[in-house]
């Protein structure tokens, strides 16, 4: 993030009391300003069509609801995403709503937050994907896996092989193995070569690997591979 910079955020709920708790919070950041505000993903996709055309153009990220009314943050996600792939989304979820989690990083969702996180997680998952990184509640992360483990075969039966491949015959070795846990847990490339004592260069080349060999195209979809594959620990 540019230390003297002001990052733009499109509010997407229909709750407006919500909407308007948060945007009273972010406003109160020095980093963050409520651009704009929708309370469907019809809306959204208005505002965002509305602000590509100004000079200012497209907020620096969106907080989106997945449960909303005409056009859900599914949706809405994805036709966004089509029109402008760069755009950087965050989800607010509730309990109970992991089965969409997949399919939305898919699209190119960069995170998700529960809706009844603290400020203080709103602002580290903001600040790590405007970074460039992907942001995922642990609590989500937990649901998740123990969704995975209920549904899976014992891991005697299948996750990896002798020479450690998986599934999919994918083998990646130790450090890769350790890089991957940490991006998994919200960990830059600089912040992990700090940790690991290596150059940022040798991070960055590993990363590159590990979305090769899992053809995975984004950081959020290595979280999903991690966790499909039983490679992280919540």
């Given amino acids: 993030m540019e230390a003297d910079k002001r990052y733009t955020v499109l509010l997407v709920d229909d709750h407006a009391l919500f909407r308007n708790g948060l945007k009273l919070l972010l406003n109160s950041h020095p980093k963050f ?47 966004a995403l089509a029109r402008y792939p760069d ?18 990083v898919s699209q190119g969702v960069k995170g998700f937050l529960l809706k009844n996180s603290d400020i203080t997680e709103v602002y580290t998952a903001l600040e790590t994907v405007l970074d460039g990184g992907s942001y995922f509640s642990q609590e989500l992360l937990f649901n998740l896996v123990s969704n995975l483990r209920s549904s899976s075969p014992a891991p005697d039966e299948t996750e990896t092989d002798e020479k450690g491949a998986h599934e999919d015959g994918t083998v990646l070795s130790e450090r890769e193995k350790e890089i991957l846990l940490l991006i998994c847990k ?19 080349k590993h990363r590159a690997n590990i979305l090769e060999k899992t053809n995975c195209k984004n950081t959020a979809n290595l979280v999903v591979y991690a966790i499909k594959n039983g490679l992280v620990e919540i």
């Fill in 33 to 79: 300003s409520v651009s704009g505000e929708a309370g469907t993903g019809t809306e959204m996709l208005a505002l965002l069509e509305a602000a590509a055309r100004t000079p200012a153009g497209l907020p620096d990220i969106v907080l989106l609801d997945i449960s909303m009314p005409e056009m859900n943050g599914i949706d809405a996600a994805g036709e």
């Fill in 87 to 104: 755009l950087r989304i965050i989800t607010l979820s509730m309990y109970g709503e992991e089965d969409y989690y997949f399919k939305m």
């Fill in 186 to 204: 919200g960990l830059t490339n600089y912040e992990i070569a700090d940790m690991l004592f290596i150059s940022k260069r040798t991070v960055d």
